[in-house]
């Protein structure tokens, strides 16, 4: 064991992450420690509360309330940041990169928020940054698209990337059932947090959507400038219809990128794949990605994207790689040197060249001429109609029309819409799903 180096690491945060963490290197430490090299030490730990009992019992001396105090130990060689926010976890950060240390995220905000911050960071002062975990759980896809597809420009990437919508999805088309009921049990069973609004709103998804972008384009793009929406106003209804039509629906993130317009764009939203689809077949709390390279074609990757196991998986996977690097000088890299960007920064894509079909479902009047009325709006903004469903509203004297586009884009689109919220006849907002035509 002499040759071993000792290599510290901090938990700062010990919640349902970190505890898993600490479990499960734990068990696993021997194992690890002979193919890394290397002996690991579970050195500390901050707590909110250092009174609370913890289903992982660790000794009482390594804990602290303070992981600025971890963040700042010269000792420390590894520290994990596990706190979630934006705020505290980013000082932890920052603090450790300043020192040369390396540190482990598991936070998609942080990074979605303050990566330019994080990066520069780490290259002033010679630290280094892992995040495997803040995307997808235990799948992979950080590693994959930064290690195993360097070789490749993406075209697309898309899936399923919060396990909470996508167990809701899965039970409201399994169960015929509304989603209030859904989201409902989905908090008894601790899939949906008690503000469920990160989720479903779409939010947390974008956080990860932002950071995938990131590192297959180069280019930080914000919430702000993408494209965001959630499943709160889906109904069983849109099941049923999109079934008949050979659809599923699920929660995606997209991100497209044409190489001859050199043009990005980043989206979150409801969409309908076509039922053989691979990511629509994806059910429960569990994610997908599928990743188009103009040199390896399309991969798919599934598995686990939350929960502490999952989790856990993904930040270990990262200490190893600290570890190696810290031992070796390789076998981890530094974010913002493994970029295989080389081409000049491109430019978001205008919404006129986010091109796609859609799926429109309008509450109306149910009152002669009101579909011609529909169908003359949709004409005015060169919005192609290729099919027309009408079922009874769950109100008297109203009826629902659905209709799917021919291809189109998001300018023509949003006029569309804007044009039909206007209308007397038409008594609710619209409810807008994308048609996920990625196979074509």
């Not at 979605?112 to 010679?126: D, L, N, P, T, Y």
């Not at 270990?316 to 080389?342: F, M, R």
């Not at 799926?359 to 004409?379: H, I």
């Not at 949003?414 to 006849?425: D, H, I, P, S, V």
Request: proline share 4%.
């Amino acid at each position: 064991m002499s040759d071993r180096p000792v290599l510290n690491i901090g938990l700062c945060g010990f919640g349902t992450v970190g505890q898993g963490v600490w479990k499960h290197l734990s068990a696993n430490l021997p194992a690890l420690e002979s193919r890394l090299g290397a002996k690991l030490n579970l050195a500390r730990a901050s707590v909110r509360d250092l009174k609370k009992k913890r289903a992982v019992k660790v000794p009482a001396r390594v804990l602290t309330s303070d992981p600025l105090a971890i963040a700042r130990d010269p000792s420390i060689h590894i520290v994990c940041e596990l706190m979630g926010g934006t705020t505290v976890a980013r000082e932890v950060t920052l603090a450790a990169l300043q020192r040369g240390a390396v540190v482990v995220s598991a936070n998609k905000a942080l990074i979605c928020e303050h990566g330019a911050e994080i990066i520069a960071a780490a290259r002033a002062h010679g630290g280094h940054f892992f995040f495997e975990a803040s995307v997808a759980g235990g799948i992979p896809i950080i590693k994959a698209l930064r290690e195993g597809l360097v070789a490749n420009r993406f075209t697309r990437i898309y899936g399923i990337l919060n396990g909470t919508c996508n167990y809701i999805l899965t039970q409201m088309e399994d169960q015929d059932a509304p989603y209030a009921a859904v989201l409902a049990e989905a908090k008894r069973l601790g899939y949906a947090e008690a503000d469920e609004s990160l989720d479903v709103d779409g939010w947390d998804t974008a956080h990860k959507a932002s950071v995938l972008a990131w590192l297959a384009h180069g280019v930080w793009v914000r919430t702000d400038q993408m494209i965001v929406e959630g499943i709160s106003r889906i109904t069983p209804t849109d099941f049923r219809i999109a079934a008949t039509l050979g659809f599923g629906i699920k929660l995606l993130a997209v991100i497209t990128r044409d190489f001859a317009k050199n043009e990005l764009s980043v989206r979150v939203h409801p969409t309908l794949l076509p039922e053989g689809n691979v990511v629509a077949n994806v059910s429960g709390v569990f994610n997908a990605v599928s990743v188009t390279g103009d040199v390896v074609g399309t991969t798919f990757y599934s598995g686990r994207g939350a929960g502490q196991d999952a989790t856990a998986s993904a930040v270990i996977s990262d200490i190893a790689d600290a570890a190696s690097l810290l031992k070796h000088g390789k076998g981890g890299h530094l974010l913002g040197e493994i970029s295989a960007v080389t081409e000049p920064a491109c430019r978001l894509a205008p919404p006129e060249s986010i091109r796609s079909r859609y799926y429109l479902r309008l509450t109306v009047k149910d009152e002669p001429g009101v579909l011609a009325r529909v169908a003359s709006v949709m004409a005015k903004h060169k919005v192609s109609i290729a099919s027309v469903i009408q079922t009874p509203a769950d109100r008297p004297g109203a009826a629902s029309l659905v209709l799917t586009t021919h291809e189109s884009n998001e300018r023509a689109i949003g006029a569309t819409l804007r044009r039909l919220r206007a209308l007397g006849a038409v008594l609710d907002d619209p409810v807008l799903l994308r048609i996920g035509d990625f196979e074509r």
